[in-house]
């Protein structure tokens, strides 16, 4: 049987580990290990642990970046497709890549110094938690641009509340009895994005 390329390997090995231990206890030695290759060999593709990081949230998450940045793109106007819709499709991105990244950094929480140099690198990528909002605002000024959301709405707010709601839902569920949230994603992506839109429209 062929085996992955190492790269693919290596982002897999990345994935699994960030998910199971976090981020902060994740070391490039374990990833290697995991990869069945050698620390030199990840360090071909991959400068730091950071930006195998950054790799892993944009191949292997589910795919807000690219979702903001194709809605972008079409200048508000994806075919076929209400104002709601996009929104409902963005907040239930959202609400999964925010699951799935929470338990990856949250652990960098424990780590003060480890949590400096992972923003620091996050900077120098040019990358980090704000760009979804920046993202999500840009969109909705080029809604507003269009005519679909009021031009007394504040966009940054709206993109702000809607994506704070996303990144909540990861949160808060953790410690609750059965670990999950009240409603299904579906339907949490569909309330938030008709509540949003209720204020902005």
Do not use: W
């Not at 949590?115 to 969109?139: C, F, N, S």
């Amino acid at each position: 049987m062929d085996q992955k390329p190492a790269r693919v390997r290596i982002v897999d090995a990345a994935h699994d580990l960030m998910r199971d231990i976090g981020l902060a206890r994740t070391t490039t030695k374990q990833i290697a290990k995991a990869a069945g290759c050698s620390e030199a060999a990840l360090y071909k593709y991959f400068a730091n642990k950071e930006e195998l990081f950054v790799t892993v949230l944009n191949e292997r998450l589910p795919k807000l970046g690219s979702l903001l940045g194709r809605l972008l793109s079409e200048g508000g106007q994806y075919p076929a497709r209400t104002l709601e819709e996009n929104l409902t499709d963005i907040a239930r991105e959202a609400a999964l890549f925010y699951e799935q990244t929470f338990p990856m950094a949250a652990s960098l929480y424990a780590e003060p110094q480890l949590k400096l140099r992972h923003e620091e690198v996050m900077r120098e990528l040019g990358t980090g938690p704000h760009r979804p909002i920046q993202g999500l605002d840009a969109y909705l000024r080029a809604e507003q641009k269009a005519g679909r959301i009021s031009p007394e709405a504040d966009t940054y707010a709206a993109a702000s509340l809607l994506l704070g709601a996303c990144a909540q839902r990861a949160f808060a569920y953790e410690m609750s009895p059965d670990r999950r949230p009240p409603q299904p994603v579906d339907e949490f992506a569909a309330r938030i994005a008709h509540t949003l839109l209720t204020g902005i429209a």
